[in-house]
């Protein structure tokens, strides 16, 4: 199995930063892509940022320009630092990383716990 524990949520007002981490660990054989979600209340559950092994990212348009994502490989890591928080960036984040377990025969997606990201006006 492969768990996920995030970190780094909390409430900050706007144009303000915050960092989320995300560690994987467990009975991991190989992690793809590794990347952030979030879900507001009334909405659905969106992309904010994703990022491949090869290091390749992408993000969401509300995002851009904002936000870097970053993995440590070595670490199974993968960082979000959110600039320029804006209220409407408030909502659930929810670490996901696509690995390969040790006993497993392909890839599945995990899912972390989910941090509160709360943003002030």
């Known amino acids: 199995q492969v768990q996920l524990v995030e970190s780094g949520g909390g409430l900050v007002q706007a144009g303000g930063s915050l960092r989320l981490s995300c560690a994987a660990s467990?009975?991991?054989?190989?992690?793809?892509?590794m990347g952030w979600y979030r879900q507001a209340p009334g909405n659905q559950r969106e992309l904010v940022a994703r990022?491949?092994?090869?290091?390749?990212?992408n993000y969401a348009d509300s995002v851009k320009g904002r936000f870097t994502i970053s993995r440590d490989n070595a670490k199974n890591t993968v960082l979000l630092q959110m600039n320029s928080l804006k209220p409407e960036d408030t909502a659930v984040y929810y670490c996901?990383?696509?690995?390969?377990?040790?006993?497993?025969?392909?890839?599945?997606?995990?899912w972390g716990q989910g941090t509160q990201v709360t943003v002030s006006s």
């Open positions: 990022i491949t092994s090869g290091g390749s990212t």
């Open positions: 467990g009975s991991i054989f190989s992690i793809n892509a």
């Open positions: 996901n990383v696509l690995a390969l377990s040790l006993d497993g025969l392909r890839y599945k997606d995990y």
